[in-house]
């Protein structure tokens, strides 16, 4: 499937790969076409050695991804809904990959929308955004890791708050509430997401690979394991190439050349 696309936009440039949700008649709804091609697409960039960075946003100006498309869930049965459990969704893609992935937030993320926005590293928003766990107004509870992440984010009572009314909140809600970095005008949203991919590429993508599996870490294990995790990856660091580029070239006073090895 790689290189053809139905549903949403691959381009690479500059060691970035850009994925856009693109079905903006649909406000960007993740149907199951789209979701399979958005798998197909990171796991595209993870083993991209050319890439060092991705960037998720959504076509159009309304939205990020508006959620699930939910017309196809009138006929769904659990059956089907079991059997997707075995196929990686985007979440795990996201987290699991060595590189940072920056959602860059147009409009409306909501139910699925917010969870792939949560998903990412690092979250940019305009701001005239909106996010919220929606699932809960047709019918549903969050399937694709908002139980689990939006608790992490904001606490359990505002996690609960937020899942058991479906309430939509403004994007500067959103970052007062520790959910998004960053909250810009909506036409500097491109400006800001560029700013953001230049800092991240000024450093060692292999090493920001290191830390990203670190502070993942830290969340799944007591502070004492994951210290001990720390201490090991640290200590791997000191092989990799670009550790030693970056220490020469502080020494040296001038720019490192990083290769991502």
């Known amino acids: 499937m790689s290189g053809t696309y139905e549903f949403i936009i691959y381009e690479k440039a ?38 060092f960075c991705v960037v998720i946003t959504g076509s159009g100006d309304k939205a990020f991804s508006a959620g699930a498309d939910v017309a196809q869930y009138v006929t769904r049965v659990p059956s089907y809904v079991v059997a997707q459990k075995y196929i990686l969704r985007p979440f795990e893609l996201i987290r699991n990959m060595t ?75 959103a970052m007062d509430l520790g959910i998004i970095n960053q909250v810009v005008p909506h036409e500097q949203l491109r400006e800001a997401t560029d700013n953001m991919v230049k800092e991240l590429l000024r450093n060692s993508p292999a090493i920001i690979g290191l830390a990203k599996i670190a502070i993942n870490r830290s969340l799944e294990t007591p502070l004492q394991v994951g210290m001990s995790y720390e201490r090991d990856l640290f200590a791997l660091a000191f092989s990799y190439e670009d550790q030693k580029e970056g220490a020469k070239a502080f020494i040296e006073k001038r720019r490192p050349s990083y290769k991502g090895k």
């Open 99 to 173: 590189k940072p992935v920056i959602a860059s937030v147009n409009g409306l993320a909501l139910g699925a929308g917010c969870e792939l926005m949560m998903s990412c590293d690092i979250i940019i928003a305009a701001d005239d955004a909106k996010i919220g766990q929606t699932e809960i107004r047709v019918g549903l509870i969050p399937g694709g890791g908002g139980t689990q992440v939006l608790p992490r984010l904001v606490g359990e009572k505002k996690a609960k708050e937020l899942i058991f009314t479906g309430r939509m909140i403004t994007a500067q809600e």
């Open 14 to 51: 500059d060691s970035v790969a850009w994925i856009t949700l693109n079905r903006p008649d649909a406000m960007n709804a993740q149907s199951d076409g789209l979701r399979m091609e958005l798998v197909d697409a990171l796991e595209q960039a993870s083993s991209d050695e050319e890439v």
